[in-house]
């Protein structure tokens, strides 16, 4: 009796297992993205508002963006328009969730690698979940809004049936697999410091794709394009959309093989991704080798040099840590060094195309005064050091100081070589003080929002992942900070605004170097009031603070 009941607990989990019935993978998953949105939304009313107001916003923008496409049908050029929007939807579905803020935790499969998951069912489950998001539905409205614009006859409305469903699936499929296969990369600290690269050449990509739009329709409009869109229709998942239009023309023969590239390829990306994702669970990870650690003389040499220059103090000791982030944290490098670039980039384009003006210097100011917004969600969970020294407002107001100094340091002189290289470009030396003072009035304005904004919006970024910049639940939170901001900020700015237009149109030109003065005091007197009204609430909200940027 006593040997029976030894042995049969050991027996009992095998049986209890063998006869339990199989769980669905792909529910499990799609279950496991709701709750990670949902939970992300528990314990802040603000952050439901947020969040549902962006949902909001997006499908707006998806309504209204599906609407304008099927405005074209009957265009002579609505099939070349359609197209290349389907592989520039293609190309952002890529790149976009490696480079810019997703907050999807299941984008990362390592994760998942200790887990006795075999690759088939996972990739499934994965794809259902991908499946689940603003994103997949703003994809799905531009995809019926592309068919619509092209799909003529009783061909073309049969071909735009399976087109919608294609499309989204190669998207979504491919960036699962370009973030699968590159998954090691991006979550080492080298991928991290790849990221700057990465984010710089969009930035510059971007900026020549709007150029490059500006001449066009200057020089021709849509007409100029179809050579291009010969090509790309060929290029999947950009021939599930060239397959209708193919349809719809009565070529049933181009369609029937654009439909074959377009079911191959997402076929052979399954298998690929299948092929990573079982790479990733039997390899190791080399990317968690400990670094070596820096010579006392250079741990000895971090205490000297530039630093000898900031006050002394807990201003300097915060103007360091801020800066050191700069220099190190790869994120908060990332988006610096992209702030610097395109704030350059933009006013010296204009230039260069003809159709600048020394006022888009402020661009640059614009760029960079971002950087002062979720100041405190840049010190992750090491926050509740800082934490522990604030009691007081006056204590707060010196901690966010202190930032803003830090910030000061390096927006003020790059606004003044901006605005330098912009009017010499624009030949405009007469306009640089006005230019110049409105751009520092802008950059004062934006510390202000951006103290506040850190004060009442602040968000965790996460540290697991090299370009997951929110955690989950909080985009909205983050946008709505950030947008909310920018536009306050304009308000703030715009009795120097005002007066600079006011100038310009009464020919008072003479008169336009007092907006140096006057943005420089009124920047500055804005920083102060922002930061004098954000103190309190910080002093006062620091559990908040502290629970909402170490959510990540």
């Given at each position: 009796m006593s040997t029976a009941s030894a042995s049969a607990p050991a027996g009992a989990?095998?049986?209890a297992s063998a006869g339990a019935p199989a769980v669905n993978l792909t529910s499990v998953f799609v279950r496991l993205k709701l709750s990670l949105i949902r939970n992300g939304l528990k314990g802040s009313s603000k952050r439901k508002a947020a969040y549902f107001g962006s949902l909001a916003f997006s499908l707006v923008v998806a309504v209204f963006a599906m609407l304008g496409l099927a405005v074209l049908h009957g265009n002579a050029h609505a099939g070349t328009a359609v197209?290349?929007?389907?592989?520039?939807?293609?190309?952002g579905w890529t790149f976009m969730p490696l480079f810019f803020p997703t907050g999807d935790e299941t984008l990362d499969p390592s994760r998942l690698v200790m887990l006795?998951?075999?690759p088939r069912p996972l990739v499934r489950a994965l794809l259902a979940s991908s499946l689940v998001g603003i994103g997949p539905l703003f994809t799905v409205c531009l995809a019926v809004g592309s068919v619509v614009a092209v799909a003529?006859?009783?061909?073309?409305?049969?071909?735009?049936?399976?087109?919608?469903?294609?499309?989204?699936?190669?998207?979504?499929v491919l960036a699962r697999t370009v973030a699968t296969a590159n998954v090691r990369l991006l979550t080492s600290r080298k991928g991290r410091d790849l990221a700057l690269l990465s984010g710089l050449l969009i930035a510059v990509g971007a900026q020549l794709a709007n150029f490059a739009s500006q001449r066009l329709f200057q020089s021709g409009g849509l007409a100029q394009l179809e050579p291009v869109e010969a090509v790309v229709?060929?290029?999947?998942?950009?021939?599930?959309i060239g397959m209708v239009d193919s349809a719809s023309k009565g070529s049933y023969g181009v369609a029937a093989a654009q439909l074959a590239v377009t079911v191959l390829a997402l076929v052979l990306l399954l298998?690929?991704?299948?092929?990573?994702?079982?790479?990733?669970?039997?390899?190791?990870?080399g990317s968690t080798i400990a670094a070596a650690k820096p010579s006392a003389k250079r741990e000895a040499a971090d205490g000297v040099g530039v630093w000898a220059f900031?006050?002394?103090g807990r201003t300097g000791a915060v103007m360091q840590r801020t800066l050191r982030y700069v220099v190190r944290d790869p994120k908060t490098k990332s988006a610096w060094v992209t702030a610097l670039a395109v704030g350059l980039i933009v006013p010296v384009f204009n230039a260069l195309q003809g159709t600048g003006s020394v006022y888009l210097a402020c661009f640059g100011a614009g760029m960079l005064g971002i950087q002062m917004y979720n100041q405190f969600?840049?010190?992750?969970?090491?926050?509740w050091m800082v934490a522990q020294t604030i009691s007081t407002p006056r204590e707060a107001f010196v901690e966010l100081r202190a930032r803003a100094y830090a910030l000061a340091l390096v927006t003020v002189p790059y606004t003044l070589l901006v605005t330098t290289v912009t009017a010499a470009l624009v030949h405009n030396w007469s306009g640089f003080p006005a230019a110049l003072g409105v751009a520092l009035a802008l950059l004062g304005s934006m510390l202000c929002t951006g103290a506040l904004a850190s004060a009442r919006f602040p968000y965790s970024i996460p540290t697991d992942g090299a370009f997951k910049n929110v955690a989950p639940g909080q985009a909205g939170l983050a946008w709505a900070g950030i947008f909310g901001g920018m536009l306050t900020s304009v308000v703030i700015c715009s009795p120097v605004i005002a007066l600079t237009i006011y100038l310009n149109v009464a020919d008072h030109t003479s008169l336009t170097w007092i907006l140096l003065p006057l943005g420089t005091a009124w920047g500055a007197l804005a920083t102060w009031a922002g930061l004098r009204l954000a103190a309190p609430t910080v002093a006062g909200k620091l559990p908040e603070i502290l629970l909402a940027v170490s959510k990540g």
């Open positions: 989990p095998a049986a197209v290349l929007l389907a592989a520039i939807l293609a190309l006795p998951l075999r003529r006859g009783a061909a073309g409305i049969v071909a735009a049936v399976p087109a919608v469903p294609l499309l989204l699936l190669g998207c979504v229709r060929w290029l999947p998942p950009a021939t599930a298998r690929f991704w299948e092929r990573s994702l079982t790479s990733l669970m039997v390899t190791p990870d900031l006050p002394a969600g840049q010190d992750t969970s090491a926050f």
